[in-house]
């Protein structure tokens, strides 16, 4: 609800609190001395979210002096009810014992519901105890509302860190998927065009073409990449100068990703049996394929591939084996299973729930086997 309505709700109820407080302020005491005493106690309430702090002063004084010259009294309500505003908007103070206030508070109003009647002096004491019980009840109550609503926006905070700080690992892991796969395909075609260059031009040129296309690919694909980031970090992206959003790859780009693999030096063979999958599946299961594919080019080139992927609409399948070097040094030394890409590969698999595996073939070659659940809807 809006603040403006907040205040129009405090407005009525402040008026109809003024209204009933002088109708019924009958009695021994003069009627216009009581009716200014109910006016000057209620319609400051209109304006209590606007100055909680001089509106609750300026109640409760009323109210005291209404108790003291035994006036129509309201037994703090009024005060009451302006000091909730001021528990609920004030800074916290370590000294104020809220905690105690409101116990304290709950077992006086608790005993004054069932204690029988007394004496006029007993009466009047027992009213002023009850109006104080009132009004820390009411500031626990306050304070109370305050802390619950801190601890909501501390709970929004960090899930909003945290989806920040899962988005921006979901970026890096695209990052290094897109330009480890172009790199590779790149320093490949580049070394062929190196030593080919002299003796057989046309297959340097054809070589420089490959790393021409690969290239622009990859530019296009960080450049979505980066334009989701500025897109989710700018409020107002000019749509004329904005980078364009294309749609993240799925399993229709596999044919892409084998022809660019066949000018490696990498035969590929496609097996794909999936129907429409959530767009956040097939972008895993591309980037899984294509690391794979990635590693087999830069490790056992030249050689022949074959990608499986099935799908049931509730389980995904990927297979990915070649028949290179069965044992392979990975970057830095690494043992298989180790590298970058393979991690990579593995986080997608286990953030589905899934199982990941990874290593050299019995007969020869090396093998990528991923399996994990996914929800079709």
């Not at 609800?1 to 405090?10: A, T």
């Not at 009411?138 to 988005?167: K, N, P, Y």
């Not at 297979?319 to 070097?325: E, F, I, N, Y």
């Amino acid at each position: 609800m809006s603040r403006r309505r907040l205040i129009g709700l405090d407005v009525a109820a402040a008026l109809l609190y003024t209204l009933l407080t002088t109708v019924l302020s009958g009695g021994d005491a003069p009627a216009l001395l009581a009716c200014t005493a109910a006016v000057a106690t209620g319609l400051p309430l209109a304006v209590r979210r606007l100055w909680p702090v001089p509106v609750f002063v300026a109640v409760l004084t009323v109210s005291a002096l209404a108790f003291l010259l035994d006036l129509p009294w309201d037994s703090f309500a009024a005060a009451a009810y302006a000091l909730y505003t001021v528990a609920l908007t004030e800074p916290r103070r370590r000294w104020i014992p809220t905690s105690l206030i409101g116990g304290l508070s709950a077992l006086v109003i608790l005993g004054g519901a069932v204690a029988g009647p007394g004496s006029w002096h007993t009466r009047r004491v027992a009213a002023l105890v009850l109006g104080l019980a009132v009004l820390g009840a009411s500031w626990a109550l306050g304070r109370a509302v305050r802390e619950r609503r801190a601890q909501a926006d501390r709970a929004a905070r960090q899930l909003a860190d945290r989806a920040v700080g899962d988005e921006r690992l979901r970026i890096a892991r695209e990052l290094h998927d897109v330009v480890a796969h172009s790199m590779s395909l790149i320093a490949v075609k580049a070394g062929v065009a190196v030593h080919v260059a002299e003796a057989r031009p046309e297959e340097a040129l054809d070589a420089l073409r490959v790393i021409e296309t690969t290239s622009r690919g990859s530019l296009a694909e960080m450049r979505h990449l980066l334009g989701v980031l500025r897109a989710g970090s700018v409020p107002d992206t000019d749509p004329v100068s904005a980078p364009d959003l294309a749609p993240s790859p799925g399993l229709d780009e596999l044919p892409a990703l084998a022809e660019r693999a066949a000018m490696a030096g990498v035969r590929v063979e496609l097996d794909v049996r999936a129907g429409d999958l959530p767009e956040v599946v097939a972008l895993s299961t591309y980037r899984i394929v294509q690391e794979a594919v990635t590693n087999v080019v830069k490790h056992a080139a030249p050689a022949r591939c074959r990608v499986r992927v099935e799908a049931d609409g509730h389980r995904m399948r990927i297979d990915v084996t070649d028949d290179g070097p069965g044992v392979r040094v990975l970057p830095g030394g690494a043992a298989p299973g180790e590298g970058h890409g393979l991690v990579g590969m593995r986080e997608r698999v286990v953030m589905y729930g899934g199982d990941f595996t990874a290593g050299p073939r019995p007969g020869g070659g090396f093998a990528v086997s991923a399996r994990f659940p996914y929800d079709p809807a």
